[in-house]
């Protein structure tokens, strides 16, 4: 009973730490920019098809993968925020909605169209897979390396945004856009930068995710839910409270489909719909002037 307890609760981290590099960037740029960026997955189906296509096609270390995966996701929001989303700040959420989701759609299109509709193979190198044994109890190496990457990711984002000038920046234009203007911070500029670096994460996550989850050209809506469900739980910029969120949505997720699997497909949302009842702006949310 204890062994599974513990494996429940080891997976769960591994499944939220994956869930929260998904979701951090988008909890930060919907905070900072009030813009509805329902696409934010698709920036994560780049990183995890770049992944792919560089391991299976051009055979790179799945390594020297990752920072291929941001690079790409970054680049390509860039352009669609310069080109696209910059347009919609001003527009109401639900002209967000609909360009963002259609977006959703061609990205979707398009992956179907170069990649196929099944599955996509990747092999990762030997000495991150299998399971390790410690204390009588089986721990699977990829979920470790998984939880490490998270938890250095966090660590970073952390200092960056407490402890430098630019997380001070991006501070300052969460609070109020108006008074940061004032005192001459480019907005505009931060706002390019942080959807870049949160996109890029993104690309990151889908990238880590395929060996968990598994990657077709379905993924940018198959994990959007949750991504919103991380968003609105944790409370809008808040590292924290994505973290947090993250990690309870995915240990709780975990467990439902491991003890009750009958009513685990909406075990989560009844939790969810229980904690936003109790804290309707997120576990760590606050009201922005």
């Not at 919907?30 to 098809?49: P, Q, R, S, T, W």
């Not at 770049?50 to 391991?55: A, E, P």
Request: net charge positive; with cysteine; glycine share 12%.
């Amino acid at each position: 009973m204890i062994g599974n307890i513990i494996g429940v609760l080891y997976d769960g981290f591994a499944y939220g730490m994956l869930l929260f590099l998904l979701s951090v960037g988008m909890s930060v740029t919907l905070g900072m920019m009030n813009f509805v960026n329902l696409a934010h997955c698709a920036f994560a189906m780049i990183g995890g098809f770049v992944t792919v296509t560089l391991i299976n096609n051009f055979g790179w270390p799945f390594l020297a993968t990752l920072p291929a995966a941001f690079a790409a996701a970054a680049a390509v929001s860039v352009v669609f925020e310069r080109i696209l989303f910059r347009r919609f700040y001003r527009a109401t959420d639900l002209d967000q909605c609909l360009l963002t989701i259609g977006v959703v759609f061609v990205s979707i299109a398009a992956a179907a169209y170069f990649f196929g509709t099944t599955q996509q193979p990747v092999r990762l190198p030997d000495w991150i897979r299998g399971v390790v044994a410690i204390g009588g109890h089986n721990f699977g190496v990829y979920r470790f390396f998984l939880i490490v990457v998270a938890l250095a990711i966090t660590g970073a984002l952390i200092f960056g945004v407490e402890h430098t000038s630019f997380g001070a920046r991006v501070r300052a234009a969460v609070d109020n856009q108006r008074m940061a203007r004032g005192l001459g911070i480019n907005v505009d500029r931060v706002f390019a930068l942080t959807f870049a670096l949160g996109s890029g994460l993104a690309g990151l996550g889908g990238a880590l995710a395929i060996e968990v989850v598994g990657l077709d050209p379905q993924f940018a809506f198959t994990y959007l839910v949750y991504v919103l469900i991380v968003v609105s739980l944790g409370g809008m910029g808040s590292v924290g409270g994505a973290f947090a969120a993250a990690v309870l949505l995915g240990v709780s997720d975990t467990a439902g489909k491991y003890y009750m699997p009958q009513v685990s497909a909406f075990l989560i949302y009844v939790i969810v719909v229980a904690l936003l009842m109790w804290r309707p702006l997120g576990l760590f949310g606050k009201r922005h002037a």
